[in-house]
Every structure is written in C-alpha cells, then in structure tokens.
C-alpha cells in the first residue's frame, strides 16, 4: 500500500509526487523541517511543533505564512487519508525552486511545502530502545537551533556508530556535550539531579526536552541546564536521550562504559512514565 502525500496543496499517491530539481532544498539545503508524533490519532505537543516551525522560518527568512489552524487540518487529514492511527507527520518547507544561485531573492521564490506521513514510533511504544553510544567530535554548523535539513554530518555520524556496533553518537565540543545526532541527551548526576545543556545556538530546543523539564520540575526532579564534560557522563547514575520518536529513552553505555549499573535508571524510567501520561492527558 502506497501512502498519500501533501505537496503544495495537492494530495498525491506517494509514487507520483514531485519537486522542482532546482528547488533549494536540493541544492543548498535551504529548507527547515518539522516532525510530530501522533497516538490514538492525537498529535504530541503540536503547538511546540509549530511555534519552533515559525522560528526556524524567522532565522532563514523564508518567507512563509504558517496558519497554526490551517496545518493541523492538513496533519488531520493526511492521517486520515492513510488510515493511521499512530505514526509521525514529517513535513518540510524551502524557500522555493530557482536557478541555482548562492545568493537569494524572496520576491522571486514561491516556498515549497510538502508533508509525509511515517509509522516507525510504533515499535518504541511496544519496546523502549536502550541505547549504546558513542561519543564523536562536534562536526555540524553553528546554528544548530534552527531545524534545517542539513543533516548530512548526522546521517554519516549515526551510520558510523552503527558500523561500529552501536545506536548513535552523542556530540563533543570544546570539552561540553552537545546534543546526539538526532536527540538531546541528559544525565542525572550522582546526586539525582537530572541535567543537560542549556539552550544556546550549539543545540536544538527539542519539543520533548522541553516537555521533559517541565515535568521533571513538577514532580520533584531536580534539573540544571548547563554545560557539562564527558567525564561527567562516564560518572553519572544514569543517561537518557529524548527527542519526538523515541520519548525518553536510557543510555547504557558512552564509549564502551556503563553508565550507572549499566541499566535503565530510576529517574529515566519515571520521566518516561510520566511523558507518557502527559500525552494521554494532552
């Protein structure tokens, strides 16, 4: 079965839909992405979702009208249309097709919009993923707060870890963690308190980060959001990534060591409890 797509305001079956090779997206990566989980064909966090869309748009100045109503109808009914009922919705948006041109002109370009759904959440609903990881040089450019879609040094990355016999790397940079290449990454500190980095132009102000703080603060977790070393993660009680797909998920191992007793920890396993809940809630 072939899945229904959205492009430009048309519906297509996936095999027919196009974009312009000169779209700049394909050319320079100059387009910003967006992926939101649905459960029960409710959607996670979606106002999140679109708010940090508008911001990326800002930091590119595409220029393009993000109607917050507008789009959860479309989300609605491509899941719909695909009989979902758990799943993700990616959607992208360039500044448009043109000749190729390092140098831009918004008058002279029409955004490009297109929307897909996914259904690979499902497996981390019925099994959490319990990763091992790597830790790898910080190789990526230095907005990484915008969601663009030059992902090229994360895809080597991941792939480079998988080769290795792990699940995915997480960042270094002058002596600090970063982020992994798809998520961002925590600790909880010996003393319980749970910890990542705060948010700056090095990381991605993720959605379920943000949720997961706020969580955390509610029910009694101490949390720091600041920089922390490598050293610090090989001595943590526990290590945790989230991110849209995975929700909260344990890291056993960073370079070959446990992290902890080298199992999912107390403070992770709540945290994913209580995200859990959050989403049937909301």
Same mark, same amino acid.
Not at 8 to 15: L, R, V
Not at 34 to 51: A, P, R, Y
Not at 82 to 98: D, F, K
Not at 106 to 127: A, H, W, Y
């Given at each position: 079965?072939?899945? $229904?797509?959205?492009?430009?305001?048309?519906?297509?079956?996936?095999?027919?839909?196009?974009? @312009?090779?000169?779209?700049? %997206?394909?050319?320079?990566?100059?387009?910003?992405?967006?992926? #939101?989980?649905?459960?029960?064909?409710?959607?996670?966090?979606?106002?999140?979702?679109?708010?940090? /869309?508008?911001?990326?748009?800002?930091? *590119?100045?595409?220029?393009?009208?993000?109607?917050?109503?507008?789009?959860?109808?479309?989300?609605?009914?491509?899941?719909?249309?695909?009989?979902?009922? +758990?799943? !993700?919705?990616?959607?992208?948006?360039?500044?448009?097709?043109?000749?190729? +041109?390092?140098?831009?002109?918004?008058?002279?370009? =029409?955004?490009?919009?297109?929307?897909?759904?996914? &259904?690979?959440?499902? =497996?981390?609903?019925?099994?959490?993923?319990? /990763?091992?990881?790597?830790?790898?040089?910080?190789?990526?450019?230095?907005?990484?707060?915008?969601? !663009?879609?030059?992902?090229?040094?994360?895809?080597?990355?991941?792939?480079?870890?998988?080769?290795?016999?792990?699940?995915?790397?997480?960042?270094?940079?002058?002596?600090?963690? #970063?982020?992994? #290449? %798809? %998520?961002?990454?925590?600790?909880?500190?010996?003393?319980? $308190?749970?910890?990542?980095?705060?948010?700056?132009?090095?990381?991605?102000?993720?959605? &379920?980060?943000?949720?997961?703080?706020? /969580?955390?603060?509610?029910?009694?977790? +101490?949390?720091?959001?600041?920089?922390? &070393?490598?050293?610090?993660?090989?001595?943590? @009680?526990?290590?945790?990534? $989230?991110? #849209?797909?995975?929700?909260?998920?344990?890291?056993?191992?960073?370079?070959?060591?446990?992290?902890?007793?080298?199992?999912?920890?107390?403070? !992770?396993?709540?945290?994913?409890? *209580?995200?859990?809940?959050?989403?049937?809630?909301?």
């Amino acid at each position: 079965m072939t899945r $229904t797509v959205y492009v430009n305001g048309d519906w297509f079956d996936e095999t027919n839909a196009r974009i @312009s090779i000169f779209d700049r %997206s394909v050319m320079f990566a100059d387009s910003v992405y967006e992926v #939101t989980s649905f459960l029960d064909g409710k959607f996670l966090d979606f106002d999140g979702h679109i708010k940090r /869309l508008k911001n990326s748009l800002k930091a *590119l100045e595409i220029e393009f009208n993000v109607d917050r109503d507008e789009f959860l109808d479309i989300h609605r009914e491509l899941i719909k249309r695909n009989g979902l009922e +758990n799943g !993700t919705v990616y959607l992208q948006v360039s500044r448009g097709a043109g000749d190729r +041109n390092f140098v831009y002109d918004n008058s002279e370009l =029409k955004p490009c919009l297109f929307m897909f759904t996914q &259904t690979g959440i499902v =497996k981390n609903l019925d099994k959490m993923p319990q /990763l091992k990881m790597i830790s790898v040089k910080e190789g990526r450019w230095c907005r990484r707060d915008i969601k !663009t879609t030059q992902l090229l040094y994360s895809s080597l990355t991941k792939t480079h870890a998988h080769a290795e016999g792990v699940d995915d790397a997480v960042y270094v940079e002058d002596g600090y963690l #970063t982020e992994a #290449t %798809s %998520s961002n990454f925590f600790i909880v500190d010996r003393q319980g $308190t749970l910890v990542t980095r705060q948010l700056d132009h090095s990381i991605l102000p993720g959605i &379920t980060r943000g949720t997961i703080l706020e /969580l955390a603060r509610k029910n009694g977790i +101490n949390v720091e959001e600041r920089l922390f &070393t490598l050293e610090e993660t090989y001595a943590a @009680s526990e290590a945790l990534i $989230t991110s #849209t797909t995975n929700f909260a998920a344990p890291v056993l191992s960073v370079d070959g060591r446990k992290i902890g007793d080298g199992k999912p920890g107390k403070v !992770t396993m709540r945290l994913r409890e *209580l995200y859990i809940e959050h989403v049937k809630r909301s």
